[in-house]
C-alpha cells in the first residue's frame, strides 16, 4: 500500500494507494468520532462495491446509512444533494457522523459538499472509485455541486480526513471513463513534470492494460503532484490554478457540446492540445513536442480534435468560466515541455489556436 | 463609532457601531478586491435602506446588483439560496464580488451561506437592520439555511470582512422585533457577564425607550461577550455552545408552535426561564435571582411562560435539537446569576422545568 500524505496546515491527511484500500477499515475506523457512518454511493457503484464494504463495517461494529443516488452529471444538483441531507435527518445523523464517499468524482464532489454544509460541517472520507477521482478528484478538498447556469458553482473548499484509492476498484471501469482520467494524470506531467510525461510515454501501453504495478506508480505520483500544487494554494489564489491546464477550453468544450457529450477528461484532452497549439504558436512548444503530446493523449484513447463550434462561441462560453478575472480570461500557459504558467493570450492567439485544435492532425 | 474587534485566528474583522454606521463606505471600499458587490436585502428592508446604501456605492465607483427577496423565515430555504445564485451567476459575477447583507438574522444567515459556497467562496460584508441581528446573528460567522426536517441544519462557519450595525436603523424595527433582539442582550448577561446583567436591570427602560446612548452601549457589550466566546471556539466544538442558553427549550417552543408563531428571541425568553427553574431546582438559583430574570424578560416585553405542549412533545422536540451528543442532550445550565455552564439534566429535573416553565408566574 502507498501512502501520499496531503500537508494542508490545518487539517493534513492520507491518501492511501494500492490493492484492497477498500477494505482498510482499522484506518477508517481509527478516525471515526463515533461509530456511525453514512456511505453515500450511487445506483451503478452500490451493487459492485457497497455491500462488501458496508459488511467489513458492520463486523467491526459501526452503524452504516447507506444513501443511493442516482448515477450521473445530471443530478449533480442541490436535489439530489438534499436526498442527501432528507437521508441524514431522517435518521437523526448528528455532527458526529462522517460520510464516506463511495464512487466517482460526481459522487465525491457532492459528498463532500454534504459534509461541509451538513450542520455547519461533519468528517468526511474518500473512497474514489474512478480513475479521475483517485488522481483528482478526490484529491485537493474542492466540492461542489452544479447550477442551471454553470458547472461546479455552488461548494466548498473541504478536506476529507482520509483517502482511500483501491485499484481493485477499477477493474469495473468502462474503458473511457478510464482514459477519461488518464486525460488528468497526463495534466500532471505538463503542469511541471517532465520526468513523470516521459516516464508515461515509456509506460502507456501497461497503464492502459491496467497493470497493477504501473497504475499504482501513476496514481501515485499524480496525487504527490497534485498534493504538492494544492498544499501550496489550498484555496486557488494562485498557483493551484495551474491544475486548470486545459480545463478553460475543456470547459467550453463540454458547455458546448451540452454535458455528458464529452467526458470532462475528454474535453480536457481536446483542451491541452489547444493549450499546446497556443503555445506553438508562440514558439514555447516544437512541432515534435506537440506530436508527442498528441500521440501520448492519443496512447491513452482520448480525442485530441476539438469540435468546431465556431471561436466566437468559444470565446463566449470561456468568457463565462470561474477563471475570470474582472472580465479577463487567465489560461494556462504551457511554457515548454513539462512546465507551464498562468497568463493571459491575444485574441489572435486563442482564435489560431481554436482553429489549429479543431483541426484534425 | 464604536468598534468591537472580532479576533478569530485566520479572520480578525471590525464590529462598527453607531448612528450612520450604514454610511461608512470607505470602510466597505477598503475591503473590495474588485469595485462590486451585491446587496442582498428583502421587500421590508429594501424601500426603507437600500437606496442610500446603493446610491452611496454607486457615486463611490462601486458597482451595485441589488438582489431582494421576499420576506420572512419561511424563506431561508435553498429555494430562495438559489435566487441569490440566479443573480450572481445572471451577472456574472465573479470570485471577487463581495456579497452584502443588507436586513435581519435572516437575511444574514442566507446572504452569509450564499457567499460561503458561490463559486467555493466570496468575500461578504454584514448590515444587521435588527437588534437581534446587530446583538448576535451578525457576530461569529455561523450562516445556515433551514430543511424542512429541521432548523439551520445545512450551513457553514464563514466569517464576515466587516460589520456595520446602524442604530438608525433600528427605528423602524417593530417593537416586538426589538424585544426578540432584548432576549439575547440579556442571555449574554446570564451566560457569564453578571455585571452586564445588573446594567441591564437598571438601564432597561431606557433601552425599550431606544435611547441612543443605551442601545450602543448594550449593543457593544453584546458583541464583546460573542465575540469572545467565538474567538475562543470558533467551530463550536466547546463553550461555543454556551451561546445557546434557552435554546435548546427555545427551539422546540419554536418548532412545536409551529416556525413564526413564536418568534425566536420570544422562545429563548421563555426557554431562558425554563433553564433558570431548572437551576432554582437544583438550588443554583434562588427564588428572588429567578424572579430577577423573569421580570428583566417581561420589563423588556417578552414572554416568559412557555406554551404547554405537554412534556413527551417537549423531549421528543429537543433530542432532535442540533445539540445532541450521541443521543444525550445537551443542555446551557445556570450555575449561579451571571454564570452557566454545558452539562446534562436528569429526565425528572426536565420534566419539573417544563412543567414549571409553562405555568403562569
Ligand atoms: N473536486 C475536484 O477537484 C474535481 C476535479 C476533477 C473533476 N471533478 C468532478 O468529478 C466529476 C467527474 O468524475 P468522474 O469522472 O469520476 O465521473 P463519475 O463520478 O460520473 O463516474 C463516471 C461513471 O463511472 C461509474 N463508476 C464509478 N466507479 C466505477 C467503478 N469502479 N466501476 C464501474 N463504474 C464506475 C459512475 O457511476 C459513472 O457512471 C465531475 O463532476 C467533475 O466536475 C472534481
Ligand atoms: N447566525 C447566527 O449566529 C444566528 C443567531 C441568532 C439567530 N439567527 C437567525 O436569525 C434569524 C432571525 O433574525 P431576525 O430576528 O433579525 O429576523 P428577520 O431577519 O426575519 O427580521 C425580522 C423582521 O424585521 C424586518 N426588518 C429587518 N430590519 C428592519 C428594520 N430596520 N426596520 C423594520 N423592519 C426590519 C425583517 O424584514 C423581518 O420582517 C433566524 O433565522 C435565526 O435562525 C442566526
Ligand atoms: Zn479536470
Ligand atoms: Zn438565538
Redesign the interface.
Known sequence: MRTVKVEIDHAPYDILIGKGALGRIAQIKALLP?PRVAIVTNATVAPLYLSALQSQLEEGGVNVLPIILPDGEQYKT?ETL?LI??AL??A?C???TTLIALGGGVIGDMTG?AA??????VPFIQIPTTLLAQVDSSVGG???IN?P??KN?????YQPKLVLADLAALDTLPKREFSAGMAEVIKYGLIDDLEFFEWLEANIDGLMARDEAALAYAIERSCQNKARIVAADE??TGQRALLNLGHTFGHAIEAGMGYGVWLHGEAVAAGMVMAAHAARIQGALSDSELARIVGLLQKAGLPVVAPDLGADRYLELM??D?K???GRIKFVLIEKLGQSYIGELSDEVVRDALAAGCRAH
Do not use: I
Open positions: 463515533q442541490w438534499n441531507f432528507d435527518l431522517t437523526r448528528e455532527r458526529k459538499f461541509a454544509v451538513y450542520q455547519r460541517g474542492k466540492t461542489a447550477h447556469l454553470g458553482m455552488v461548494g466548498a473548499f484555496k486557488e468568457a463565462q470561474k475570470v478575472d474582472a
